[in-house]
C-alpha cells in the first residue's frame, strides 16, 4: 500500500508544471542536459520536481539557500536516475550545503597502530543514512564543467546509488542477476589496473581517488562515465558497457 502511495505521489508531483526561472538555471548551470534529447529533459524536470519536494535543503556556515542551489543540485543528481526505475535516493533526507570546502575531524592510523587526530578539508561526503554533504562552490564548478571528469554532485550520488545495497562497496543493487558476475569481474579488473597507475603516478580518464576503495571507484568511474565519456568508451570500452547497461544511458552517443 506504501509504495502504491508513494508511486501515485511521485506522478503528481512530475505532472506539475516545471518553473521557467528552474528552467534558466538548469540551463545555465547543468549545460549536460543541453545535450539532452527533448524527451529526456522532460523526464529529468519530473524527477527535479519529486526531489525538491522530498528532500530538506539546510544551508550550513553561513550560505543562504535559493533555487539555484537546490535546483542545481537536484538536476545534476536526478541525471543518474534518467531511464531507471527512479526511488530518488530513498536514504537521503536532507542536502546540507557549505559555501565551500568545509573541514571535518579526521584520524590516520599509523603503521606502528598510533592513531593520530586531524582535520580533513572536504568538499562533499555521502553519510549511510540521512544526508549527502556538498560544497557549493565546488558543485557549481563541477556542473558548470560538463567534461573534466570532476563533478562533487554525481560522485556523492554514486554512493547512495551504492549503498542502496547496505553498504558502499562498489556494488549498487543491479537491475538482472546476470549483471552481477559480469560486474564483478570487469570492476575488479579495472580496479587493480588504477591501483597500478596511481601508483606510478600515470595519469587515467579515471580519478586517481577512486584507487582508494572500490565504493570510491564506482564513484569516480560514475563521474567519468558522464563527463569524459566518450575517452572512457574508447580506454575503458568494457567499464563503459558496464555502466552504460546499469545507467540506461549512452553519454558517449551525445558528444558533439
Not at 508513494?6 to 516545471?18: K, M, N, T, V
Not at 568538499?123 to 549527502?132: F, K, L
Not at 560486474?183 to 588504477?194: G, P, Q, S, T, Y
Request: net charge negative; hydrophobic share 40%.
Amino acid at each position: 500500500m506504501l509504495g502504491w502511495w508513494r508511486r501515485r505521489r511521485w506522478r503528481r508531483l512530475r505532472a506539475q508544471p516545471f518553473p521557467p526561472s528552474w528552467v534558466a538555471i538548469v540551463e545555465r548551470n547543468v549545460p549536460f542536459v543541453r545535450r539532452l534529447p527533448e524527451a529526456d529533459r522532460r523526464e529529468l524536470e519530473g524527477h527535479v520536481l519529486v526531489f525538491l519536494a522530498e528532500k530538506s535543503f539546510e544551508g550550513c556556515g553561513g550560505l543562504e539557500l535559493d533555487d539555484e542551489v537546490r535546483v542545481t543540485i537536484a538536476a545534476q543528481a536526478c541525471v543518474l536516475l534518467l531511464h531507471r526505475e527512479a526511488d530518488y535516493f530513498p536514504r537521503v533526507s536532507s542536502v546540507l550545503v557549505y559555501p565551500s570546502g568545509y573541514v571535518t575531524p579526521d584520524e590516520e592510523e599509523l603503521p606502528d597502530g598510533t592513531v593520530v587526530a586531524g582535520e580533513d578539508l572536504r568538499d562533499g561526503e555521502s553519510w549511510d543514512s540521512g544526508a549527502v554533504v556538498l560544497a557549493w562552490d565546488a558543485s557549481l564548478a563541477g556542473a558548470v564543467g560538463p567534461r573534466d571528469g570532476d563533478n562533487v554532485i554525481l560522485h556523492e550520488f554514486a554512493h547512495q546509488l551504492d549503498q542502496a545495497s547496505g553498504e558502499a562497496d562498489g556494488l549498487p543493487p543491479l537491475p538482472r542477476r546476470s549483471m552481477y558476475r559480469t560486474w564483478a569481474e570487469v570492476c575488479a579488473r579495472e580496479f587493480a589496473a588504477l591501483e597500478r597507475a596511481a601508483e606510478r603516478g600515470r595519469p587515467t580518464v579515471l580519478d586517481p581517488y577512486g584507487a582508494e576503495h572500490p565504493a570510491e571507484f564506482f564513484a569516480v568511474a560514475t563521474e567519468a562515465f558522464f563527463e569524459r565519456s566518450g575517452e572512457l568508451r574508447r580506454r575503458h570500452p568494457e567499464l563503459y558497457a558496464l555502466l552504460r547497461e546499469y545507467y540506461c544511458q549512452d553519454p558517449a552517443e551525445l558528444e558533439g
